[in-house]
């Protein structure tokens, strides 16, 4: 019998140590159950049963007050341009970026509009997928322009960066910059625009493969900087051809572009508007406790003295005092005179004027033209660019036979005819004097500098001239030329000349060279107008 009911004890203490166990595991689910599951949450906090009309415990408070998880909207998946144009500028972009940032300066600073003017573009590619293609010809005129807006306010700020710093010891390097950035027009090219790609870089080409002969064996950073920022050009030219061989070709089912757009610049906000990430799920640790109030600091207040001990009003009242003004003056001993005791004197540390810091010397000034060593005439083609140089009276024309690709850099030629057939990207003239250019066409610019007495004629078309520092220009145009922009700083002597009336004679038209400024109340700005002297 005793040994029935011994058997009896274990078997009920077994059956407890089973219940306790099981009890142990509800609670320890209840506390640990994580908040993505409101339904259960609000079950386990209110069981059924006669038990419901208890209090909870904590447990069961906090897990009952956890709010739902809100359930993100899935995110709408980009197309495959938009993707593999990303891929471009963290791949080939923020390689240039990166080698800019190395030099600093004035070239990192430039490459960070450059990036910004890439990340607009994505913007705007972006936007081509999901709108139909605004009629630029109508109404839509001005939602085309505000597209392209922020990609061209990137592009006005590299050559800015340019224009400002004429003088920089990395000016080539901003040249090339600034000359290349045209890259992101392609986007409003309709027919193979993966070519104003590579005459971008021809442009490019002409200021980099300067900086690549002069840091060649130099300095390695400024040669890896040119071949990643010409790098870009070429991957962005594969991009191209691969997705937009023949333009944009924008979305015929879309939305107006404007409502795309618009949708967009919204994106950000309700992204912000986002609830926080959910806590972790069950099994990790418990978060912290939220911190206490912080200290309160027991600040005494302390007499302060008076507004008079401040400022200039302590010193005039300081010398209001009269002879009393002196009173905390200590009387200085003999023996702690330096001008009457030459051991102190010897000894004391106030600097001597003699050890002043010298004023730098003012620095040397460029020879004149007439003492510098004069270099042979040099007339060759190297790669894309065409270099003519130190040309002296040569008595015959000076020929090139130029391409699209192909920029012209004419340095030091005095008194010197030069003749440009074909269409050329780019000319640039610096240092020259009584120099005759003619040309066919170009692709953008006819840039001079520092030169004298120079002579322009133009045969077909040129987008534009750029004249800095110059003593005197004729400028010859043609009917197809004639919508010219010509932009001139710090020049004087400058003639256009234009063919007008029946006869096609030429007509010259002086440039304005004063300006006279003044400051309109009205408008709160200063007004400049040009001189005209009538006569």
């Not at 908040?35 to 209110?46: C, E, G, H, M």
């Not at 923020?94 to 573009?121: C, R």
Request: aromatic content about 6%; hydrophobic content about 35%; glycine content about 6%.
């Amino acid at each position: 019998m005793a040994q029935n009911n011994m058997h009896n004890l274990v078997t009920l203490i077994k059956r407890l140590e089973a219940a306790t166990t099981r009890l142990e595991d509800i609670a320890s689910s209840t506390i640990e159950l994580p908040q993505a599951v409101p339904a259960l949450a609000a079950t386990l906090a209110t069981p059924s049963g006669p038990s419901s009309t208890t209090s909870p415990t904590p447990q069961n408070r906090v897990t009952a007050s956890a709010p739902p998880a809100l359930k993100q909207a899935p995110q709408e998946p980009l197309p495959e341009s938009v993707e593999e144009f990303d891929v471009f500028i963290n791949r080939s972009v923020e390689k240039y970026v990166q080698a800019s940032n190395k030099l600093g300066g004035l070239i990192a600073e430039q490459a960070s509009k450059v990036l910004q003017g890439f990340e607009q573009q994505r913007r705007f590619l972006l936007i081509s997928t999901k709108a139909k293609k605004p009629d630029i010809t109508g109404s839509d005129m001005v939602v085309y322009q505000e597209l392209l807006k922020p990609i061209n306010e990137a592009l006005m700020a590299v050559g800015s960066i340019k224009e400002s710093n004429r003088g920089s010891p990395v000016f080539s390097q901003l040249s090339a910059v600034a000359e290349g950035i045209m890259v992101l027009a392609w986007v409003t090219v309709d027919s193979k625009p993966y070519k104003h790609v590579e005459e971008s870089l021809g442009s490019a080409q002409f200021f980099g493969n300067r900086v690549l002969k002069e840091y060649k064996d130099k300095d390695p950073e400024q040669v890896e900087w040119v071949q990643a920022f010409y790098q870009v050009f070429r991957d962005l030219a594969e991009y191209v051809k691969q997705y937009y061989p023949n333009g944009i070709p924008w979305n015929p089912k879309g939305l107006p572009a404007a409502e795309v757009a618009k949708s967009l610049d919204s994106a950000p906000a309700a992204a912000a508007a986002l609830p926080p990430p959910p806590p972790p799920a069950a099994g990790g640790a418990p978060p912290p406790p939220p911190p206490g109030p912080p200290p309160v600091l027991q600040i005494k207040d302390q007499p302060t003295s008076s507004s008079k001990s401040e400022g200039m009003g302590a010193v005039f009242s300081e010398l209001n005092k009269g002879e009393g003004v002196t009173k905390g003056l200590r009387k200085v001993d003999r023996s702690e005179m330096t001008h009457k005791n030459p051991a102190l004197r010897a000894s004391s540390t106030v600097s001597d004027s003699s050890t002043r810091g010298k004023s730098p010397a003012p620095g040397k000034k460029p020879k004149p033209e007439s003492m510098r060593v004069k270099k042979p005439p040099k007339k060759e083609l190297d790669g894309n660019k065409w270099t003519i140089e130190n040309f002296e009276k040569h008595p015959e024309p000076i020929e090139i036979e130029a391409e699209m690709s192909h920029s012209i850099l004419i340095s030091r030629c005095n008194q010197t005819t030069i003749i440009v057939k074909g269409k050329a990207n780019a000319v640039t003239i610096e240092n020259t004097q009584r120099l005759s250019l003619v040309i066919d066409s170009l692709v953008s610019t006819v840039d001079v500098v520092k030169s004298s007495n120079f002579a322009l004629q133009v045969l077909g078309t040129l987008p534009t001239i750029l004249l800095d520092q110059l003593d005197g220009a004729q400028v010859y145009l043609s009917k197809e030329s004639t919508a010219t922009r010509i932009f001139s700083s710090k020049s004087a002597g400058i003639n256009v000349n234009v063919l007008a009336g029946d006869d096609e004679d030429y007509k010259e038209i002086p440039l304005p060279g004063q300006i006279c400024s003044y400051y309109d109340e009205e408008k709160g700005d200063m007004v400049n107008e040009i001189v005209d002297h009538a006569g």
